[in-house]
């Protein structure tokens, strides 16, 4: 099986990449208009357009807003069924990811099921945010 294919850090989303590999999920805010966190990294605020931003641990914490079960995985993912999943975070924004540590199934992957992050290490630069249910 290939390598999975990762991204790739820019100075912009550094300070994310580093934030996964230390196991810490990291937002962004305005300073200048108090927009709410923004996802994804960008080094200027999605509103008003300051490059007054701050960035700050999340809790982790989301719900399942949305997925799709990935019936036929390209090469480098594997064999099996994987969820390919949008959550929305504490903090408000939404981010795509993939759900792991239960069946990848529609019995087990209920919309607004509570959900929490977990960090994957991939190589010594890279670790994946993925998100498993929270226990209940």
Known sequence: MPPRMLPEPTPETRHFWDGCKAGELRLQRC???NNEAYFPPRPFCPKCGSREVEVFPASGQAVLWSYVINQRPRPDMGTE???IAVVKL???PTMMTNIVGCPQT????TLDMPVKVTFQA????ITLPFFTPAEG
Do not use: F, R
């Open 31 to 33: 300073a200048a208009c």
């Open 81 to 83: 069924p994987y969820a």
């Open 90 to 92: 504490a903090e408000g």
């Open 106 to 109: 529609p019995e087990a992957l």
């Open 122 to 125: 991939m190589n010594d630069d």
